[in-house]
Structure formats: C-alpha cells, structure tokens
C-alpha cells in the first residue's frame, strides 16, 4: 500500500485530475489510513458510495471532452483543441496533459491496490471465522470437554452410579434375607410354645415346672420320683433354651451386619449420585460457555462477512467503472500528447481493456465447528431427567432402591438472543437469589430491610416457599413491591403487592406478607391454555411474559399503554374475566416472533426472533426511540438501530434505554442526566426526540467485547459485563452504586475503571449475571458468590444468598 503522506502528494500535485480523483483516490486513502474497526470502515464506505458515483459522472464527461479534443487536434493538424476544460493556459497544455496521464496511471494502481485491500479485509474475516473454530478447540482442550457428545468422566460417573445402585440392590436384598431369617427364628420358637406339650417335650416339661411352682398345680410332682422328674425336665428347658439363644442370636449379628452393609451402600451411592449430578452440571456449565462464545463469535463474523460482501459488491461495481473511464482518458491523453490520427482515436474508443483482474470471487465462510448444546438440554432436577437417569433404570425399585433428592444445577447463561436465565434479581428494596446448595424447603432467598417491602420475603425470614418440593429454577419480573419465580415444573408464581392487579391473578389482593399466602396456596399465574411462561418483565405496577407461541401479554397498570393497549388509565388483571385465556395478546405483526423481552418504570421492549427491536408505553424524554416527541404510544414500534446493528439484548430503566448489539458494542437513547447514556465528556442530552438522532446517527458506546447489560426498573445508571468478565458501570452515582470508588454524583463511562468484586476471599473474580436497583448493584460471581455495591443497607446481609 502506497504510504498515508506519499498518497497525498500524488493527489495534491494532480490538481489538474481534480474532479477525477479527489473524491475517488481519498476514499482509497481512507481506507489505507483509517486505523479503525471494520464496522467503521464499512459506514464511511457506505456514506462515501453516493460522492465515488458522483465523481465518476463528471469523469466520464473529462473523457468525452478530451476525445473531443483529440479529434480536433487530428482532424485539423495545428489548430489547438481547447484547454480551457483544464483551467489551464496553451503554454502548459503539454505538462498539463502528462500530469494528468500519469495521474491516471497512479489511480489504476491504486484501483489495484484498493481491489487487494478489499480481497484481504474478505480474508481477514476469514481468518477470523477459523479463529473462532481455533478458540473453541483451544478451549476444548484447556477444559477436557467434548462439544459433539457427553464427556467421558461424565459417563463414567453415570456408569460408576448405576454399578453402585445394582449393588445396593443386592445389599438390600441381603439385608431383607437376615431379617426374615431372624423373624423366621422367633416365629418357629412362638409356634413350639403354643403348640400341644404332647408333641412338644420342652413345652410339657416347661409347662409341668410352671405348674410344680405354683399351687394348686403343684399335686403334678406330689412323689419324690417325680421331682427327678422336674429336674430333668429342668435340664431340658436349659439345653433348649440355650440352642435358641444361640441361634437368635446368631442370625440378630447376621441381620444387624446386613443393615450396616445396606446402609454404607446407600450412602456411597448417594456420594456417587452427586458427584454425577455436579460433574454434568460443571459439563453443562463449560458447554453452554464454549459454545455460546462460538455462536457470539461467528455471529459477529456472520454480520461483519454480508455487510462486507454487499459493500465490496458495491465498491466492485464502482471499480470496475472508474477502471474502464480511467483507461480511456490515459488513451486519449496519450493520443492528444502524440498527436496520433483519428485511427487512433477509434481504437481508444473500441479499446478491450482487460479487467480480469478486478474479478472479485468470494470465498465462502468456513463452516462453525459443530458444538451440541442439545447434549445438556436435559439437566438434574428436571422431570425427563430424573426418569431416564433414575426411575426408568433396571435397578430403580420403589421401597427399595431409589436415587437420593437431587442438586440442581446452579448458574446458567447464554449469550445469544434468547431468553437468559436470571438467578438474581433486585427490586427497588430487596435483592433475590436462587442459591446454589439447595435445602429440601425451598431454594430461593429474598433479603431487605425496608418494611415496606417485607412481602417479598413470602412471609418467611428464610427461604421463600414455593410450594411442596418445588424449586425456582430462574427468578423473574421484579418491582418495587412484587417478584416472581419460575418453577421447575414451568409454572410461574408471583407475590408482593397488587394494587393495580400486576400479579395477574384476577385480583387486587397482595401475597407474602405471611406463610400463609405462600408455598401451595400461591397461586399459579395462568395466562392461558397450552401455553408455557417464558419469562416475566416488569415495570413500576405493569407486567408483561413471553409466552410459548412467540407472543406476550401484559397487564397491569396501563397509563402510558405499557400494555400494549390503547386503554390508558385503566387497569387489567384485576378481575377474573381479564386473566388466561380472555387476556389478549400484545399486537404484533405475524412475522413478530419473540426471542426476548424487557420492561423499566411505564416502558416495555421486546426483541424479535428476525432480529428487530420494538418498544412501546412511555416516551418521555424520547425514550421509546422513535425521533418524535410524542408523550406516549401503545402500538410496539420499531427502533432504528443503524445499517449492520441489532439487538441481542436490551436493558430498560426509568426514562432511558441501553441495547447490546450484535457487534458487542452498545448504543443508548432516552434521558441523558446524569450521563446515563455513556457517551462521556459531560454529555447530558436526552437522545431519540428528533428523527437525527436515531439509526447511524446514534453512537455507539467507547466499549468494545461487552457480553452483558443491566439497567435496574428505576435506575438512572447502567453497567455492563465485559469480555474479561469485569464490570464497569456509568450514571448516576448519588450512593456510589455507578463508581463505589467515586463520590460524584456522575460516573462518566470507562473500559479500565472497573467494579472490584471481591468475594470476601480478598481475590478479585469474575461477574456472571448483573442485578440492579436505583440506589445498589450486585453481580453474582463465577464462584456463585454475591457482589453488591451502593446503598446496600437496603438489602443487609445480602452475603447470606451466596
């Protein structure tokens, strides 16, 4: 590539070619220079595409003027053409006419040299689809983990499992052989004493001496003979006596040796039972890992490949034009400067140029590895699991052998689009976790210590109660004053306050203030025949799901049309009539599938599974992101992102809006204070009233590799989990829940200041999932621990969730 400066002197020296090449030859060198990501370089192509076509037409209009000038020359001999195209006097037409030729030869080589630019920016994505096969295999191996079937040391821990329960079968069957062997004893020796004493002689003799003891029956031995007669009756009693005491208790030792042995059976098998359990759990955990980072990975590729292979289309087309146009004017000039014959002329005009080499053929992006996440779909605790694994095996009996209770896995993420799983969640007052090492009662834990929002706890100090051995496999939708928890039989329950009907149950009234609106009378939140609750959002007093079908209702509180429904000022789910299968459905277009949802104070958002991104209710400050300064609107609308952008996930607060986008960049609109939109320098303006502000024209953030966003229902503050997995946070900062190291009131936005999440261990670890409040924030940890920071005297003793 021709250097920065030396491209620039050729350029400012042809000033001759200047309507030819400024425009042409400086999109080259913006593409030689620029030192910046390829989504940049791909919009300035983009905004430079009209100015490159723009150029060429007044270039072909040079070629058409010098041809005319050449034929004059040809045809008249001496008579000068006129150079007055060039601005230039006779004296220096010649100089003028070779500059200008060799200019067009240094713009053919930087055709050349622009064409291989772009052959290589291909290959560099190529390069870069491999590397993310490379990565996967490179972690594959750090980890020892198998993407295309179940890891050995999984299997085998199943395998070593299932030999263990054979076993304790026949330990049990052993221990049941000694106790009947030891009733069968006692039962024999019962039956002899009630049988006739004449069949029996210890029984007469034992009898008899009862009798010699005890008048009046003692006539029985009224001879002296007959007393020798009792004492070897005496003597007979002692020999039976003492075979049976030997017997019984030979065979108790026997039985009491089997229950031992059975019961050593049942606690090495149960010790084997959670070591598999917990080694697929780690399988599954470093699966869902390895692999969402491949799917991320070739999704970014993906994106950057066909927004690059329309733009080289583009740029090939111009290229080819401006080869063509460019070649004529050299042979033109080369006609005028030798003063060749109007021969010469026609075969400049018929000339065959050879633009083989322009020919661009793009190679195809290599295949993903393949990374079977399917092989974990099905994890311990779930209902499929707990029947092939356990009660379908041939050593499964009920009464006798059966498995352990199980441990559920604990943490689980994605990263794609898709509905992630949350395990901690805080509402305005309170923070609440699924915990990892799970009592039989319940697994999830809510703390606060403001009175007020006491509900939360579901009336119990310790864990909130579900129901009858349910568990919360994800914690959902919280608010103020309300949760929910999705169970591990797919059903969802709500508590908390309901005074605009927001827990959906077709009434007003609040749960968890006691146990006795909890666990199996809480009732199950129905919202519909054959439909399965995906996940539940919420905003001050409205909350929306995402449903089985693609869909999602809503209901609530509804001033803004939150709900998606033109009714503003009423409420719905409050009466029996306006839950299940009478609640309506948010009104999407058909080709509207949603993958994932959120809501903030009056707003809710979705993303579609075709990759859009809508939001409707509130739109103070601009927030729905629509270019207009409407105060609200029920009916879901697109949000412009810009060319190559969409949303992977998107985080809803109080009057502002952030969106992951697919090139782990992230762009955010709505009200500025405070610098809640991260676009630094002081920069409070309220963004997304006027149409300019929205599409390309919205920025992205100054972070790079950003995996995961959070804005609290309230928040004035964002923070972001980053390749490294550490935290960064901006906004508001009036309780250090932006910057804990900062007492401003702003925390301006930054890739190097990060949260410091120790885990009490006094080591810095790695965030998985973010949970924000308006006045805290928490991460939940790699280690499962629990992170918070800001005014976390609302939610004491948060440490005991870990």
């Known amino acids: 590539l021709v250097p920065c400066q030396s491209m620039m002197r050729v350029i400012s020296t042809a000033a001759v070619a200047a309507l030819f090449l400024a425009v042409v030859v400086a999109s080259t060198v913006s593409r030689t220079c620029e030192d910046s990501s390829l989504v940049q370089l791909r919009t300035s192509k983009l905004v430079m595409n009209g100015s490159i076509l723009g150029s060429l037409e007044h270039s072909e209009e040079l070629a058409v003027q010098l041809r005319q000038m050449a034929m004059v020359k040809a045809s008249h001999g001496s008579v000068q053409p006129n150079y007055t195209v060039f601005r230039l006097d006779e004296n220096a037409s010649e100089t003028t006419l070779q500059i200008v030729n060799d200019s067009m030869n240094t713009f053919l080589d930087q055709v050349n040299v622009s064409f291989h630019n772009d052959l290589q920016e291909i290959q560099l994505i190529i390069q870069n689809a491999n590397e993310c096969n490379q990565e996967l295999s490179d972690e594959q191996a750090a980890l020892g983990l198998n993407v295309t079937s179940v890891n050995d040391n999984v299997v085998a821990a199943e395998a070593q499992h299932d030999l263990c329960r054979v076993s304790e079968n026949s330990t049990y069957h052993a221990n049941v052989t000694a106790f009947d062997a030891l009733k069968s004893t006692v039962d024999l020796q019962l039956q002899r004493v009630d049988q006739d004493e004449v069949q029996v002689p210890e029984v007469r003799c034992m009898r008899n001496y009862i009798r010699s003891s005890n008048p009046p029956f003692s006539q029985n031995y009224a001879q002296p003979s007959q007393y020798a007669d009792a004492a070897a009756c005496a003597e007979e009693i002692r020999d039976w006596s003492a075979s049976y005491s030997a017997q019984l208790g030979g065979r108790l030792a026997n039985f009491t040796s089997a229950n031992q042995i059975h019961a050593d059976k049942i606690s090495e098998c149960n010790t084997y039972q959670s070591q598999y359990e917990q080694s697929f759990c780690s399988y599954k955990s470093n699966l869902l890992h390895v692999c969402g980072e491949l799917d991320r990975c070739f999704g970014h590729i993906q994106s950057l490949y066909s927004a690059t292979r329309e733009l080289i289309v583009q740029s090939n087309e111009t290229r080819?034009?401006?080869?063509?146009?460019?070649?004529?004017?050299?042979?033109?000039?080369?006609?005028?400067?030798?003063?060749?014959?109007?021969?010469?002329?026609?075969?400049?005009?018929?000339?065959?140029?050879?633009?083989?080499?322009?020919?661009?053929?793009?190679?195809?992006?290599?295949?993903?590895?393949?990374?079977?996440?399917?092989?974990?779909?099905?994890?311990?605790?779930?209902?499929?699991?707990?029947?092939?694994?356990?009660?379908?095996?041939?050593?499964?009996?009920?009464?006798?052998?059966?498995?352990?209770?199980?441990?559920?896995?604990?943490?689980?993420?994605?990263?794609?689009?898709?509905?992630?799983?949350?395990?901690?969640?805080?509402?305005?007052?309170?923070?609440?976790?699924?915990?990892?090492?799970?009592?039989?009662?319940?697994?999830?834990?809510?703390?606060?210590?403001?009175?007020?929002?006491?509900?939360?706890?579901?009336?119990?100090?310790?864990?909130?109660?579900?129901?009858?051995?349910?568990?919360?496999?994800?914690?959902?939708?919280?608010?103020?004053?309300?949760?929910?928890?999705?169970?591990?039989?797919?059903?969802?329950?709500?508590?908390?306050?309901?005074?605009?009907?927001?827990?959906?149950?077709?009434?007003?009234?609040?749960?968890?203030?006691?146990?006795?609106?909890?666990?199996?009378?809480?009732?199950?939140?129905?919202?519909?025949?054959?439909?399965?609750?995906?996940?539940?959002?919420?905003?001050?007093?409205?909350?929306?799901?995402?449903?089985?079908?693609?869909?999602?209702?809503?209901?609530?509180?509804?001033?803004?049309?939150?709900?998606?429904?033109?009714?503003?000022?009423?409420?719905?789910?409050?009466?029996?009539?306006?839950?299940?299968?009478?609640?309506?459905?948010?009104?999407?277009?058909?080709?509207?599938?949603?993958?994932?949802?959120?809501?903030?104070?009056?707003?809710?958002?979705?993303?579609?599974?075709?990759?859009?991104?809508?939001?409707?209710?509130?739109?103070?400050?601009?927030?729905?992101?629509?270019?207009?300064?409407?105060?609200?609107?029920?009916?879901?609308?697109?949000?412009?992102?810009?060319?190559?952008?969409?949303?992977?996930?998107?985080?809803?607060?109080?009057?502002?809006?952030?969106?992951?986008?697919?090139?782990?960049?992230?762009?955010?609109?709505?009200?500025?204070?405070?610098?809640?939109?991260?676009?630094?320098?002081?920069?409070?303006?309220?963004?997304?009233?006027?149409?300019?502000?929205?599409?390309?024209?919205?920025?992205?953030?100054?972070?790079?590799?950003?995996?995961?966003i959070a804005v609290g229902t309230f928040s004035a503050h964002t923070c972001a989990i980053l390749e490294n997995n550490g935290v960064t946070c901006w906004g508001y900062n009036n309780h250090r829940q932006a910057l804990p190291s900062s007492s401003d009131q702003t925390a301006e936005i930054s890739s190097t200041q990060l949260i410091p999440l120790n885990d009490g261990s006094g080591q810095n670890v790695n965030a998985t999932e973010l949970a924000l409040s308006d006045v805290f924030s928490c991460a939940r940890l790699r280690n499962q621990s629990i992170h918070c920071w800001g005014r976390t005297s609302y939610i004491q003793n948060y440490e005991t969730l870990s």
Not at 539 to 563: D, F, I, T
Not at 572 to 586: A, R, S
Not at 618 to 629: I, Y
Request: glycine residues 10%.
């Open 320 to 708: 080819f034009r401006s080869f063509l146009v460019a070649n004529k004017v050299a042979c033109y000039i080369n006609v005028l400067l030798r003063n060749l014959t109007i021969a010469a002329i026609h075969e400049c005009d018929q000339n065959q140029i050879n633009t083989s080499e322009l020919n661009f053929t793009f190679p195809s992006l290599p295949t993903k590895a393949a990374c079977n996440v399917s092989l974990v779909s099905v994890s311990p605790c779930d209902n499929e699991w707990i029947q092939t694994k356990y009660t379908d095996k041939p050593w499964y009996a009920t009464g006798a052998v059966q498995n352990a209770p199980c441990e559920a896995c604990g943490i689980a993420t994605t990263t794609t689009t898709s509905l992630a799983v949350s395990t901690i969640v805080a509402s305005r007052y309170a923070l609440c976790a699924t915990t990892p090492i799970t009592p039989m009662v319940s697994n999830l834990k809510c703390v606060t210590s403001v009175g007020s929002a006491s509900e939360l706890l579901g009336g119990n100090p310790g864990y909130v109660l579900l129901g009858t051995d349910r568990r919360a496999l994800e914690v959902l939708g919280p608010t103020s004053y309300t949760m929910c928890a999705k169970l591990d039989n797919a059903s969802v329950k709500c508590w908390g306050s309901n005074d605009y009907g927001q827990l959906g149950l077709g009434d007003t009234t609040e749960r968890g203030q006691t146990t006795a609106t909890m666990g199996d009378n809480l009732t199950i939140l129905n919202l519909g025949s054959n439909l399965t609750i995906l996940k539940v959002v919420s905003g001050e007093h409205h909350a929306c799901a995402v449903v089985s079908n693609g869909k999602m209702k809503c209901w609530g509180r509804n001033q803004y049309g939150q709900l998606g429904r033109p009714e503003t000022g009423d409420i719905f789910g409050d009466e029996t009539n306006e839950i299940g299968d009478q609640m309506p459905f948010v009104n999407f277009r058909s080709d509207e599938e949603v993958a994932d949802a959120a809501a903030g104070w009056t707003t809710t958002c979705a993303i579609f599974k075709n990759t859009s991104l809508a939001c409707w209710g509130n739109n103070r400050q601009g927030m729905l992101g629509r270019g207009s300064s409407i105060l609200w609107s029920a009916a879901p609308q697109l949000v412009d992102l810009g060319a190559g952008h969409h949303a992977i996930q998107v985080a809803v607060g109080a009057v502002h809006i952030c969106a992951l986008l697919n090139t782990s960049k992230v762009k955010c609109w709505g009200a500025g204070s405070f610098g809640r939109l991260g676009n630094g320098g002081g920069d409070t303006r309220d963004i997304g009233s006027v149409a300019s502000d929205m599409g390309d024209n919205l920025s992205t953030l100054p972070l790079d590799h950003v995996k995961q």
